[in-house]
C-alpha cells in the first residue's frame, strides 16, 4: 500500500469510524445533535488593525490577516477581528482555534485576482478531489475553527470575474471564450483512471473556480451569524469534517453553481435559522463524485437541518448528485420553502454513475409556499442518467406532514426497470394546485398515507 492509499484509508477510518444511528434513531432530532456541539474560542482578540489592515477596500489586506491568525494561533487561540469597514483581501488560510470574527458594519470583500488565490490548495471541485485555486477561506486538518459575526462576506463575482468561467451566457461568457468544460472533464477523466491527487494541479492557467468557505478534514467548526453575497462557486462546503455548526447565516448569490451550503462527506453537521437565495441548491449534502469518491468512500451522515428559510434555488434541500460514498441519517424539519425560482423542495438525484446509497432521510413539517417543478422528487436519470454499472439505491425515505400551494408535481419520482424507487412512505401531507399531479415511473415499495393532491385522497400505493 503506497502513502496515498494509506491516508484515504486513515481518513476514511477516521471519519467514518463513528457508530451510525440506529434506525429507529435517525428521525430524532435529540440523538443527532448530542454529536454536535459548537466550538468555544477563547477571550483574546487580534484587531487586523493592528497588524497594518486597512478599510479603504482598495489596499489587499491578505498579509495582515495572515498575521493576525498566526499570533492567534501562537498565543493559544482567539478571535480575529474584522472591524467595521471594507477590507480587501485574498484567500485566507484559518488556523486551530482561531475565530474569524465580522464585526457589525464589517465586510470582507475578497480580491477578484485569481492569482490572490495561489499557491494550489488540496481540495474538491464538485465531488473530485484535485490542486485548484485555494477556497476564499480554507482551512486544512485544523481544530476548533470559526467565522462568525454580523458582517458581510463580500466574494465580488459577478458576470466580469468568475462567473463567465462556467460558460454560460446569462453570467457573462461570450462565446469562442475558454470556460471550465475542459478542465472539468479533465479532472474527471484523472478521477476515473485514479491519478494521485497532487498530480492534478489546476489553478493557474485554468477555469475551475474556487468555492467560497472550505474547511477541509476539519473537527469543530462554527459559521455563524454572517452575509455571503457575489459567490464564484458553492458558498459553504466543508469536505470530510466532523462536528459542523452551520447557524443564522444569510446567503444572497445567484451565480452559476451557486450552492448554499453543501456538508460533503462529513459526520455531525447542524444546519439551523438560515437563510438561502441562491442560483443553485440552497442545500445540498454530497459525498463524493463517481470513481473518486469511492475512491475516499465517506459517507455524509448525522445531519440536521431545522428552522431555515429557504427562497430561490433549484432545489430547497438537495441530496446528491454526488452520492458515491453515501448518504445517510439525514433529518430536515420545520422549514419555509416558497418562490417562483424554487424548483423544487425536496429533491433526491443520482444515476448509475454516481451508485452509493441513500438511506434514512426524513423530511418532516415542512411549508411550501411555491415551487415551479415538483414538491417531493426522486429522479435516477440525472445528469449522466442511466447506462452505468453502479446501480442507485434509495431507501427509508420519511416525509410528513409537508403542506404546499402551487406546483408543477407534487410527487415526481423516476426509477429505472431494473432498480425501482422504492424505501419511500408519504404520510399526512397536502400538496394544492398542482399543475400536472403527480408522476409515478418504475416505482415499487412506495406508501402513502393521508396524502391529497388537489383536494383528492391517494389511494396507498406500493
Known amino acids: 500500500m503506497n502513502r496515498r492509499e494509506m491516508l484515504g484509508r486513515s481518513v476514511a477510518a477516521m471519519l467514518g469510524g463513528a457508530v451510525a444511528l440506529r434506525a429507529s434513531e435517525v428521525l430524532d432530532a435529540d440523538s443527532i445533535l448530542k454529536r454536535i456541539y459548537a466550538p468555544v474560542f477563547p477571550t483574546r482578540t487580534f484587531e487586523i488593525t493592528k497588524f497594518d489592515a486597512v478599510a479603504d477596500g482598495e489596499k489587499l489586506c491578505t498579509r495582515s490577516i495572515a498575521d493576525a491568525i ?45 492569482k490572490d488565490y495561489l499557491p494550489v490548495v488540496f481540495t474538491r471541485f464538485e465531488g473530485t478531489e484535485c490542486m485548484n485555486y485555494s477556497p476564499f477561506i480554507y482551512a486544512f486538518e485544523k481544530t476548533n475553527i470559526g467565522v462568525t459575526g454580523k458582517g458581510t462576506l463580500d466574494g465580488q463575482a459577478g458576470p466580469e470575474h468568475w462567473w463567465p468561467w462556467a460558460g454560460k451566457d446569462r453570467m457573462g461568457w461570450k462565446r469562442g ?25 489546476f489553478g493557474e492557467g485554468h477555469l475551475l473556480r474556487p468555492n467560497f468557505i472550505q474547511p477541509y478534514r476539519c473537527t469543530n467548526v462554527l459559521l455563524e451569524g454572517f452575509r455571503i453575497v457575489q459567490s464564484p462557486m458553492w458558498e459553504l462546503n466543508p469536505v470530510l469534517c466532523r462536528n459542523v455548526t452551520v447557524r443564522g447565516i444569510d446567503i ?18 447542524l444546519i439551523t435559522n438560515c437563510t438561502f437565495s441562491t442560483g443553485d441548491d440552497c442545500i445540498a449534502v454530497k459525498a463524493g463524485r463517481n470513481r473518486d469518491g469511492r475512491r475516499v468512500n465517506v459517507a455524509c451522515q448525522n445531519l440536521l437541518i431545522r428552522d431555515c428559510v429557504m427562497k430561490d434555488g433549484h432545489g430547497g434541500v438537495s441530496i446528491g448528485s454526488e452520492v458515491s460514498g453515501g448518504i445517510r441519517n439525514v433529518l430536515i424539519e420545520n422549514c419555509q420553502m416558497s418562490s417562483p425560482n424554487l424548483e423544487r423542495a425536496l429533491r433526491i438525484k443520482t444515476n448509475s454513475y454516481r451508485g452509493g446509497v441513500i438511506e434514512n432521510i426524513g423530511f418532516r413539517n415542512v411549508t411550501v409556499g411555491e415551487v415551479r417543478e415538483a414538491v417531493i422528487e426522486v429522479d435516477y436519470f440525472y445528469q449522466e442518467g442511466q447506462g452505468g454499472p453502479f446501480t442507485p439505491s434509495v431507501r427509508g425515505i420519511d416525509i410528513a406532514n409537508v403542506t404546499s400551494q402551487k406546483s408543477k408535481h407534487a410527487i415526481f419520482m423516476r426509477g429505472y426497470k431494473n432498480s ?42 406500493h
Do not use: Y
Open 252 to 269: 444572497d448569490s445567484h451565480g452559476p453553481n451557486n450552492d448554499g451550503c453543501d456538508p460533503e462527506s462529513c459526520d455531525g453537521t
Open 420 to 461: 425501482p424507487v422504492g424505501g419511500v412512505t408519504v404520510a399526512n401531507c397536502n400538496f394544492a394546485n398542482c399543475a400536472e399531479g403527480t408522476h409515478f415511473e418504475n416505482v415499487e415499495g412506495v406508501r402513502l398515507r393521508n396524502v391529497t393532491v388537489d383536494g383528492k385522497l391517494f389511494e396507498e400505493r
Open 177 to 201: 471564450t475558454a470556460n471550465q468544460e475542459n478542465d472539468r472533464n479533465a479532472l474527471t477523466a484523472m478521477g476515473d483512471k485514479d491519478v494521485p491527487v497532487e498530480q492534478r494541479v
Open 70 to 114: 498566526r499570533a492567534c494561533n501562537q498565543a493559544g487561540g482567539g478571535s480575529v477581528i474584522i472591524p467595521k469597514g471594507r477590507f480587501l483581501t485574498g484567500a485566507v488560510h484559518l488556523d486551530s482555534n482561531v475565530n474569524l470574527h465580522l464585526e457589525e458594519g464589517a465586510t470582507l470583500a475578497f480580491s477578484t485576482d485569481p
